[in-house]
């Protein structure tokens, strides 16, 4: 009774201070009576208020953050800063922690135990931050046991596996799956993965061996080399919590698994191919709080962030969004749709498949076995009231006539397109069949981006640039003195670079551009009139970027062609 009365206290007070309507309070309570969900995630997840504005919130209720420990997977590192007894005698239990923030979570029966907190505090040392969140007291100790009863290091669960046996047929039960290791050793993986911010896992088969591999701000790098003996038991054990066939091995499958790793839910794609020997695997990490970001955190100039919102202001049209796979097309694509994402809008999108679920937005994936296609996708979705569509790909007449169909009628198209700069569209399009004239006025903008990784800000060391590399920076070159480039620290993993940001050549198609583009110009007419323009290609931009002391000069040469700078 008292847990209900929290509900409708929370509840109560979103609705009074206008946050929430009393429709939605009751369609939450409703769902609530469904699941195990604690209202504050629900009202998130069906998009009633904002992440933010329920943490305020719930500061001010008792309990309201809690978390389901069975959906938790063991972080070693976080059970590593706070000792088995101090965790049993005060009922807490850590489940996260990040290093980048210094931010330990922990779950905990009594969250106001002002005592316990204190004491882990003085435990941690000032620099580490406490979030708490409340755990059911039956879950708590169960998994106190589970957690710190067992060797959830990568290296401590290898050595437990070379000395004893793996039983296959508890790989694919329930129950206490920590008493099995080879389950351990693939959930530590996992979460290793995750906290050096992996995009994707690969587990590669070689003739005695299997590497893994993971791909961090767009390069892979090997993390451990393991044994033939080890393959079998991480093949089924992927396959099993992904919904595979585990009978299957001569076929390529994909999957899908979700895990509460880091305090928080990721979800991971996941692909087989078979290979000479054995099974290849690779997990895609679909981290939402990481990869679909604001356009005010992308760090994006003043100049780029003007064009985009030029871009956004025309009703009407298609904007395209250009660049060869991994170089973010999607995130961009998302974060102009967060830009227009509110009530008063009705956006549906086609994807191939759709990656991350978001409140407000009809998304459908294509699907060839329900015979949904691109085309077929669109010519339902002008039917459903439509105010913005985003189609995930042109890669057929059908589809980009379709799309253009869309845009000739009163929509905004979003879509991609997979050429190397934004004036590469046009001959692209007509390549595929787009006649001059349909394209002329109903283009709204092009945007061709890259990637590149940013110089970690503790161990860039400046230089003078050479002959050579000046002769790259151009005219650039006159107010650089010196560049930076990567040394490598404790901070970067010592590999110079942390985190990538996104390089973006824009061209805002106008009267005079349409014009060319309908009379069929060269690109070279067409370049002229867009330079005239304020257009930067994706070499300027890049250099930029290196003349800031951002990026390194092999960085930018490593995504875009900088040769051309040398015959100016």
Do not use: W
């Not at 009633?48 to 008792?62: G, H, K, L």
């Not at 922690?97 to 969250?111: F, H």
């Not at 991609?416 to 109903?442: E, K, V, Y």
């Amino acid at each position: 009774m008292s847990e209900q009365r929290k509900k409708l206290r929370l509840g109560e007070l979103l609705v009074q201070q206008g946050l929430i309507t009393k429709d939605q309070l009751a369609i939450v309570l409703a769902e609530q009576r469904n699941s195990n969900i604690p209202l504050g995630r629900l009202l998130v997840r069906l998009g009633f208020v904002t992440e933010t504005a329920i943490r305020d919130i719930m500061a001010r209720t008792v309990g309201q953050e809690s978390i389901d420990l069975a959906q938790v997977v063991a972080d070693a590192e976080a059970l590593s800063l706070v000792p088995e007894d101090f965790a049993r005698r005060n009922h807490v239990l850590p489940i996260a922690y990040d290093p980048a923030d210094q931010v330990l979570t922990i779950a905990t029966t009594e969250i106001f135990n002002v005592v316990a907190l204190d004491q882990l505090r003085a435990l941690l040392g000032p620099q580490v931050e406490l979030k708490a969140q409340l755990a059911a007291e039956a879950q708590l100790g169960d998994y106190i046991d589970l957690f710190y009863g067992h060797e959830l290091s990568v290296d401590g669960i290898l050595t437990e596996i070379e000395t004893g046996e793996i039983d296959y047929e508890s790989l694919q039960a329930g129950g206490d799956e920590y008493t099995q290791p080879m389950v351990r050793l693939v959930n530590a993986i996992l979460v290793d993965a995750v906290k050096r911010g992996a995009s994707d896992i690969h587990f590669e088969p070689e003739y005695a061996f299997m590497r893994i591999r993971y791909r961090i701000d767009g390069v892979l790098e090997t993390v451990r080399s393991l044994h033939k003996t080890y393959m079998p038991g991480i093949t089924v054990r992927v396959k099993v919590v992904s919904d595979m066939n585990i009978a299957e091995t001569r076929a390529p499958q994909d999957g899908r698994l979700s895990l509460t790793l880091n305090g928080r839910p990721i979800d991971f794609r996941v692909s087989t191919q078979p290979t000479i020997y054995g099974e290849n695997i690779v997990l895609r990490v679909l981290d939402r709080e990481k990869s679909i970001v604001n356009l005010d955190r992308m760090n994006l100039p003043a100049e780029t962030m003007t064009k985009l919102e030029i871009m956004l202001a025309r009703p009407e049209g298609i904007l395209v969004v250009t660049g060869p796979t991994g170089s973010g097309k999607t995130t961009t694509l998302y974060s102009l749709l967060a830009q227009v994402n509110d009530e008063t809008v009705n956006i549906m999108t086609l994807e191939d498949p759709v990656e991350y679920p978001l409140t407000l937005m009809r998304q459908t994936s294509v699907n060839e076995v329900a015979r949904m296609d691109f085309a077929n996708g669109i010519r339902s979705i002008m039917r459903q009231d439509p105010d913005i569509i985003l189609v995930g790909e042109v890669r057929d007449k059908e589809t980009a006539e379709m799309a253009f169909r869309a845009a000739m009628t009163g929509h905004q198209v979003f879509t991609t397109l997979h050429t190397n700069s934004a004036l590469g569209a046009f001959p692209r399009l007509l390549d595929i069949g787009i006649q001059p004239d349909i394209m002329a006025g109903n283009i709204i903008g092009i945007i061709a981006q890259r990637l590149v990784r940013l110089l970690c800000t503790h161990c860039k060391e400046a230089y003078a640039p050479s002959q050579e590399e000046r002769a790259l920076l151009g005219v650039a070159a006159d107010s650089a003195s010196f560049l930076y480039r990567p040394v490598g620290c404790k901070h970067c993993s010592n590999k110079g670079y942390r985190g990538r940001t996104p390089i973006m050549e824009l061209l805002v198609m106008d009267g005079d551009l349409d014009e060319l583009v309908a009379r069929r110009a060269t690109a070279k007419e067409l370049r002229a009139e867009a330079v005239s323009k304020g257009f930067r290609s994706l070499a300027e931009e890049g250099i930029g970027r290196v003349i800031a002391g951002t990026t390194s000069l092999a960085e930018v040469a490593r995504s875009v062609d900088l040769t051309g700078r040398l015959r100016q």
